[in-house]
């Protein structure tokens, strides 16, 4: 089973940064044929996709946070970041981190096909 972990979130003022990290284990397929991805929720609000990469580095994000977030993964580490620049109030959301086992542009990310951690919370202040 898929194991998850974000780290990183917490309280900041508009303009500022953070970085987010997730930590996984328990893949049952070699890590490289999971496309890993951060994706964002306000309240009971659609979740949005912010950030994919896949194994070789292939990247995209939601057109709202381009040129701000920078999304990097470790393939070595099982690690995925998400590094999140000139940050907004409207960047409050709790955030996740989902894996899927496929090129992220076919992800299926609800379960049993994707693998959400528990979130973290991440608040900007104007």
């Known amino acids: 089973q898929v194991h998850l972990v974000e780290s990183g979130g917490g309280p900041v003022q508009a303009g500022g940064s953070l970085r987010l990290s997730c930590a996984a284990s328990g893949w049952p397929y070699a890590y490289s044929t999971y496309c890993m991805a951060w994706f964002r929720q306000v309240g009971g609000k659609e979740r949005e996709g912010v950030a994919t990469?896949?194994?070789?580095?292939?990247?995209s994000y939601v057109d709202s946070v381009k040129g701000r977030f920078t999304i990097s993964r470790d393939n070595s580490k099982h690690m995925v970041s998400l590094q999140m620049n000139s940050l907004t109030p409207e960047d409050t959301a709790m955030y996740y981190c989902v894996a899927a086992r496929s090129v992220c542009v076919w992800a299926d990310w609800d379960p049993p096909f994707g693998y959400w951690g528990p979130g973290t919370q991440v608040t900007v202040s104007s």
């Open positions: 990469m896949d194994s070789d580095g292939t990247s």
